[in-house]
């Protein structure tokens, strides 16, 4: 292997244009929502049909794909990946913009999938984790630099240049993609009926469930910091960008330190990832309404949460190490899930009248049910057997 630091780099990249042009979409959505002269509510369809496409289309391009080389298969992402984008920058109307960002979102899951398999090979055995929390960096840097900067390109220049820089990147990242992906059989791809077979274990989807649950209270929180801020802690709305920012760099720091604690112990990073998390939000629950308290605590929220997701992606390839891309992309999809689970909880807790802070309590009881689910049911069952794998993340 010629370039590994080049390899990570270029998976990492990649994850970067992925995640601008999902996080990005939410600070536009005002933008594109008056040019295609629709309402917000209606304008929201185009995210949750990029969610969409991360559930549903991102598992299905995985059992197609199944027995396409994992370099190839990154390299053709990375091109729908453009397609998508692309398309989201001409959208005429709000229905076509719904079926592009469809389309885009469909590249997420499996990408992140793929790259999870190709930077396992590079780090080795025994270091899946790892593996899996620096293709999850750029994400993670995407939160903290990419969605900001793609919000300030919407409103200065139009929403549509904001899906073209989206381009832009993605066409770096295909480049370094193509420079710098190892040429190796090793990375070849699997049987369907492998792929299947690990659908039909139930630890999986007990897995994806504890997933869901647990890291929903990640979005309890984030979809709400503007109200934190504003009404909560009686901010005015510029200091708005420093918590969200503040939030980005828990979730950075959490990842790296995450990826390091699955190869050792995939139990404790989410035990304590979500214990800890669950600690946070209650101190945000009781004491949020002092900014003092509420921005150390959504470093800490974005942090442990974080510090769990790369344990999740471990458990999940020894339960079906058969198809470690597939699981890659079912821990994508949970994660998407889990997005809906936290905006739609705290939603809830806000219409009953709970107040603004009631949103991680929501964030609360769904942690605590992934957490006392994984404890009673995942966390006590065997790996399941490697007959079918050749090469794992994990």
């Known amino acids: 292997m010629d370039h590994p630091r080049s390899t990570l780099l270029a998976l990492a990249l990649g994850t970067f244009a992925i995640g601008t042009g999902e996080f990005g979409s939410n600070g536009i959505i ?69 079926i592009f960002r469809f389309i885009a979102g469909s590249v997420q899951g499996a990408f992140f999938g793929a790259g999870a398999v190709v930077a ?71 049987s369907v009926a492998n792929e299947l077979r690990a659908l039909r274990r139930p630890n999986v989807w007990l897995m994806v469930v504890v997933a869901a649950l647990g890291i929903s209270s990640i979005f309890a929180v984030y979809t709400f910091i503007g109200p934190f801020v ?50 946070l939000l209650v101190l945000i629950g009781v004491a949020g309404s002092s900014l003092e308290v509420l921005l150390p605590c959504l470093f800490g929220v974005g942090a442990t949460m974080m510090y769990a997701i790369p344990s999740i992606q471990v458990r999940l390839t020894s339960l079906g190490p058969d198809a470690p891309t597939l699981m890659g992309a079912l821990n994508l999809a949970a994660l998407n899930l889990a997005n809906s689970l936290g905006a739609i909880g705290g939603a809830i807790a806000l219409e009953a009248g709970w107040g603004t802070l009631s949103t991680v309590w929501a964030g609360f009881v769904l942690t605590t049910t992934g957490l006392v689910l994984y404890v009673t049911t995942v966390a006590r069952s065997r790996p399941a057997p490697r007959m079918a794998a050749r090469f794992v993340a994990g």
């Not at 780090?123 to 999850?136: H, L």
């Not at 918590?243 to 990073?269: E, I, K, P, T, Y």
């Open 30 to 98: 005002q933008l594109f929502a008056s040019d295609l002269d629709v309402s917000i509510p209606v304008a929201t369809y185009a995210i949750t049909a990029y969610a969409l496409g991360v559930v549903i289309g991102s598992p299905a391009i995985i059992l197609l794909a199944a027995r396409t080389n994992r370099r190839r298969l990154l390299i053709g992402l990375i091109g729908l990946f453009l397609v998508g984008n692309g398309l989201s920058a001409l959208a005429p109307d709000i229905t076509s913009l719904v």
């Open 120 to 190: 396992a090979y590079v780090y080795g055995p025994g270091r899946g984790g790892r593996a899996f929390a620096t293709v999850m960096g750029g994400l993670t840097i995407a939160t903290i630099a990419g969605s900001p900067l793609g919000t300030l390109i919407g409103q200065y220049a139009g929403w549509r240049v904001m899906y073209w820089t989206v381009v832009a990147v993605g066409l770096l990242a295909g480049a370094a993609l193509v420079a710098w992906l190892p040429r190796t059989d090793e990375l070849r791809g699997n």
């Open 230 to 279: 504003t009404d909560a802690a009686g901010r005015d709305a510029s200091v708005i960008p420093l918590a969200l920012a503040v939030f980005g760099l828990g979730m950075a720091v959490g990842n790296h330190l995450g990826g390091r604690v699955a190869d050792r112990s995939a139990d404790r990073g989410l035990t304590w990832g979500y214990g800890g998390a669950l600690a």
